[in-house]
């Protein structure tokens, strides 16, 4: 939720942006001990974002958005 703040808005909805405002996550639903769905819109548009996480040896968590849809209006 951090990256909301990025200018070109955040990079794990995997959407770049389309109209004037940026994509933002909404809410998270965390699956299982690898897998994440987020919501995100930019008011205009709205979709969601499958994500895999990875809880690392030095106990950092890294994030790779696997596939990313918008819906049609």
Not at 8 to 15: S, V
Not at 28 to 40: E, G, P, Q, T
Not at 52 to 69: A, C, M, P, R
Request: aromatic share 16%; charged share 25%.
């Amino acid at each position: 939720m951090d990256f909301n703040a990025n200018s070109k808005g955040n990079p794990y909805t995997g959407q770049d942006k389309i109209g004037e405002n940026k994509f933002i996550i909404n809410k998270v639903k965390i699956l299982n001990h690898r897998w994440i769905i987020a919501d995100f819109s930019d008011g205009e548009y709205w979709g969601e974002a499958l994500i895999k996480y990875f809880v690392n040896d030095d106990e950092t968590v890294s994030f790779e958005t696997i596939q990313s849809l918008i819906y049609q209006k």
